[in-house]
């Protein structure tokens, strides 16, 4: 019949893919029998059955587990070619001639403009990733419950957007401003996306267990509940980790590279950074009911007096509101203290809008505190293991930026690792991995000079210069336009440019030594704009050094952020 190819030509490419499959599958086979009896080796010497150890199932660590064990590597991936009837496919191998069809874990992709006539079977395997959490049951905290645009769009990078779906997160479209009876409303630049990179806010430990559920889905990821104690190392090398269980029993994994990234409260830390942890203020948490936002969508900050409160809704019926208090201590829940601090100070510079809800949650007596910490990146190379998320740079939680930066570390690691095979190699793997520090400067620096910048300018201060050039800062975002729409794309992780803040902050301080000296410069003019440069300059300045200035903004100075995998990792 025409159009029908002769039964013999379909019975030749029958055969002909038959031998290839076994030909591919004997060469698959000798390969994953040599890696055995290599591995085996290793076993003896101290590594067990993973590629990699991840310490920690938070945002950072779930979701470095689920791309690690998605990732494509040489070895893990072989390729079938085969004639392609062309007729409508109805399943994964007919397909039209003019696409290949990828199956990747039960996921189709197509693509067009390749060889006609053929058809492409890739089959991929990720690492096997072993990862120790302390607590596998759905945390609750109150920070880590705004995803900013910049972490929307890394969800989609990593195959993870649907984590924000089911757990009744809310879009959150931009910012309102208030400060003295003003307001200023700021909206996310997002029309130039095709896709719904909203901010999302929601309850934390909702998240973080669909990130652990997609994780687990993948059959090379293992998640345990154990709290690592110490790591296992061996002339210098770290090995795995020493954990205990919830029955209280002691062991051990092994594995090539272990990360850590075990949160805020890491225990590992102090092994492998120096890095000085700074808490300059807390955050007094309260969950209001059944309360409207004054701008529904939009996260609200009270540039209030001593500091800082911000209200977002985490969920369709609850708004969060986090009460900065500056210092080292705070009220004392127990004796009255804090209620009081909050009813007297707090709730008269509050919306009207929201003051009844805001005092019936405090009535309610559900009052939380988590600390603000701050932490620069300074972690040291040790072989065999890598520091990440929170556990070893921190910024102030003002801004949310935590988890878009966790979420892009993951990304640049994801990417560094793609190409190696063999990871066994610890000296060349810690220096190839070196590159990591400096490729994801351009987005951690942006975020956590961002943040300590902000709240500096609007926390507690007793610098009036610092209050002035705050004030200068709420007027420019005041007046609309490219200013404000820079500041929420910094702010939203939309803009990764460290040079751009750096330029964002003088165009604030500009126009608030122009307010100064115009219409008519006066001696007490130049005065205060001194001040106000003199101020500027005590909070850019640390910033960009705690940061390192060529790290942050020359980054190609470096050899390695240039550097190509070593050779001997990619067989």
């Known amino acids: 019949m025409e159009g029908m190819y002769p039964l013999g030509v379909i019975a030749a490419a029958s055969i002909l893919a038959f031998l290839l499959l076994v030909r591919i599958h004997g060469r698959w086979g000798k390969g994953r029998k040599a890696a055995g009896k290599r591995d085996s080796g290793r076993v003896a010497a101290g590594f067990g059955g993973a590629d990699v150890i991840v310490v920690g199932a938070g945002v950072t660590g779930s979701a470095l587990a689920y791309a690690l064990g998605k990732v494509t590597s040489p070895s893990s991936f072989f390729a079938i070619k085969l004639p392609v009837v062309s007729r409508p496919a109805k399943t994964g191998f007919l397909v039209d001639a003019n696409v290949t069809t990828h199956l990747d874990k039960g996921k189709v992709n197509r693509n067009r403009n390749v060889q006609s006539g053929f058809m492409i079977l890739i089959v991929q395997d990720g690492r096997r990733v072993h990862v120790v959490e302390r607590d596998l ?64 806010g929601f309850h934390h430990g909702r998240f973080i267990q669909r990130l652990r559920e997609k994780a687990a889905s993948l059959s090379s990821v293992q998640l345990k509940q154990g709290t690592v104690t110490s790591l296992i190392k061996e002339d210098g090398i770290v090995k795995g980790v020493v954990y205990k269980t919830k029955s209280g029993k002691e062991s051990k994994a092994f594995a090539p590279l272990t990360i850590v990234c075990d949160g805020s409260f890491s225990n590992l830390r102090h092994t492998l950074c120096s890095s000085e942890v700074d808490v300059p203020s807390y955050f007094v948490g309260l969950l209001l009911e059944d309360c409207q936002l004054p701008f529904p969508n939009h996260a609200h900050v009270i540039l209030a007096e001593p500091s800082i409160v911000l209200f977002y809704s985490i969920s369709s019926t609850e708004t969060r509101c986090l009460v900065d208090v500056p210092g080292q201590k705070v009220p004392s829940i127990a004796n009255g203290e804090m209620e009081n601090y909050l009813k007297t100070l707090v709730a008269p510079q509050v919306p009207t809008e929201l003051h009844d809800a805001f005092v019936a949650a405090i009535d309610k007596g559900n009052i939380r505190t988590m600390p603000c910490k701050s932490m620069p990146a300074d972690a040291h190379l040790t072989p065999g293991v890598l520091l990440m998320g929170d556990a070893f740079n921190m910024r102030h939680p003002l801004t949310g930026g935590g988890m878009t930066v966790g979420l892009s570390d993951v990304i640049v690691l994801r990417n560094l690792l793609r190409p190696l095979h063999d990871l066994h190699d610890a000296a060349a793997l810690c220096k190839y991995l070196e590159s990591f520090y400096i490729l994801r400067k351009p987005v951690a620096s942006t975020m956590n000079m961002l943040a300590d910048a902000f709240y500096k300018l609007f926390g507690a201060s007793s610098d009036e210069a610092r209050k002035e050039i705050g004030q200068a800062y709420f007027n420019c975002l005041s007046l609309g336009g490219g200013f404000s729409s820079d500041s929420t794309a910094l702010i939203g992780g939309l803009n990764a440019s460290p040079l751009h803040l750096v330029i964002h902050f003088l165009v604030a301080v500009t126009h608030g030594v122009g307010h100064l000296l115009l219409p008519i410069p006066s001696v007490g ?32 100075t470096f050899p390695a952020y240039y550097r190509d995998p070593p050779a001997q990792l990619k067989q």
């Open 525 to 556: 003019g130049l005065r205060g704009s001194a001040r106000l440069i003199s101020a500027a300059a005590r909070i850019v300045l640390p910033l960009m050094k705690a940061e390192g200035v060529r790290q942050t903004f020359f980054p190609a």
């Open 137 to 200: 049951a759905e945390p609750d905290r109150i920070v880590g419950e705004v995803l900013q645009p910049g972490g929307c769009l890394n969800l989609f990078e990593l195959g993870l957007e649907d984590c924000v779906d089911e757990i009744d997160a809310q879009r959150v479209l931009g910012y309102v401003l208030h400060k003295n009876g003003r307001s200023a409303k700021l909206s996310l630049p997002l029309e130039k996306y095709h896709v719904d990179v909203a901010a999302r």
